[in-house]
């Protein structure tokens, strides 16, 4: 079932097209991976798809809406940076934040952020500084910070870039839990392959901010459409 | 007497007269602060919305309001002082108020002179914040007024900084307060010194009537208070930049 569809989805920054003609369907409880170079749009489409940007032409359906509320909507998600923003606060409070300002109730608030610590595996760390983390352990509060109020969509922004393999296996591991104990649907970019073949259901190709093409994980690695697919997914294409 | 034995002479009086808590001297100091007090709170009430309202908003005239805001950081505060005094005589559009020569009037000025200090500093310190500290705020559900609210949280060592940078500079002032506030103080000698007790002379403005007037050790007194006041807003101000 469907969950957002976009159409026909066009932007641009001054004269520089970031991303053009984009029609796609993200179904629930999938992992979509967007993979493609980077500077290829993928970043900005997370944005559009979060209100941070406003795309200048095209449609996005969310929930077969189609002029969805920003805030309503936006709460129903969360978007997860490549490098996380880190507010100057306990790790509690940061996790806490998203229910905070959903005006949850303070036992319900403890209880969630338990969890979500629980999850990430940083149980134990509420009361540290934020910003005394090490760089995995903020990538996994931030993670927990934005699954702590349960939302129905996952978008993540290249969440494994500067990890550990280590890390990066623990990450893994939490957005399959994610999704099958939860049934959140996840849209990830990412521009690491291996990592697309381990957790993704579907794959979108985003190539010089085109999607040249969308197809089942085992489609897009045992038989691309797309000359261009197979050669970005050998690692043959020059960027 | 050499010049040294007149300036030590004059240094050991000063502290006699701050020791023993001479009543003209520290109703000088407590007209100062009040003064420089009352026009850093109304001054950081105006100027702290301000700079959220011109960093976070978009509207009319927002640009013309950052120039006014830049160029109130550097005015020449006799101006300041000429123009407070002329809105305020009886003759002014602000005559009514019946101001002239008061601490009133002395606040308005200082008030004029430093608001645009506090916001043009609270401006810098809002645009300090990381875009993706006020984006993440959003991509939680935050609205608006959250993303106002973190931005004052994690901007607040740069706003405290703004502040007191401020009330330094409304302490140190001169030339206004001398305009608008008459530098007026109770006549009769209080203690065998001095003109009794401050009406509208702060610290800044005594030292220049009591050096006029020769009252050396008097003034070295007001200028040892007023340069540790300085100095300990200035540590005050260190020390949050620090922890910015």
Known sequence: MKLIRIDNLYMAFADKEVLRNINLEIHQEEIFALIGPSGTGKTTFLRILNFLEKPIKGDIEYNGMTKPGILDTRRRMSLLFQTPAIFNKSVFENVAYGLKVRGIEKKIVETKVNEALNIVGLDGMEKQKARTLSGGEAQRMAFARAIVYDPEILLLDEPTANLDPANVTKIEEIIKRIKNERGTTIILATHNIPQVRRIADRVGILLNGELIEVNSKEGIFSSPKDARSKAFINGEMIY | ?244
């Open chain 2, 1 to 244: 007497m050499s010049s040294i034995d007149f300036l030590v002479q004059g240094i050991i009086r000063a502290f006699e007269l701050i020791f023993n808590l001479n009543p003209y001297i520290m109703s000088i100091t407590g007209v100062s602060i009040k003064v420089s007090g009352t026009a850093t709170i109304l001054a950081t009430l105006t100027a702290i919305p301000l700079a959220f309202a011109i960093s976070f908003l978009h509207f009319r005239g927002k640009q013309a309001l950052i120039t006014m805001v830049n160029t109130g950081m550097g005015l020449p505060p006799v101006f300041v002082g000429l123009f407070v005094f002329l809105m305020i005589v009886p003759v002014g559009p602000l005559g009514f108020l019946n101001i002239v020569y008061t601490q009133e009037a002395m606040i308005l000025a200082q008030y004029i002179l430093i608001t645009p200090i506090i916001t043009g500093i609270c401006i810098a310190a809002i645009k300090a914040v990381p875009q993706s500290i006020i984006e993440t705020v959003y991509t939680l559900g935050g609205t608006q007024n959250d993303a106002v609210i973190e931005t004052l949280k994690e901007a607040r060592f740069g706003i405290i900084t703004a502040v007191l940078a401020g009330f330094g500079r409304a302490l140190a002032e001169v030339g206004a307060i001398l305009i608008v506030g008459g530098n007026i103080a109770r006549t009769g000698s209080v203690g065998g010194i001095g003109e009794g007790l401050s009406q509208t002379r702060t610290l800044t403005t005594a030292i220049t009537s009591e050096t006029s007037k020769g009252d050396i050790s008097t003034s070295i007194a007001l200028g040892l208070i007023l340069i540790s006041f300085v100095l300990f807003v200035n540590i005050l101000a260190n020390y949050f930049q620090g922890r910015d």
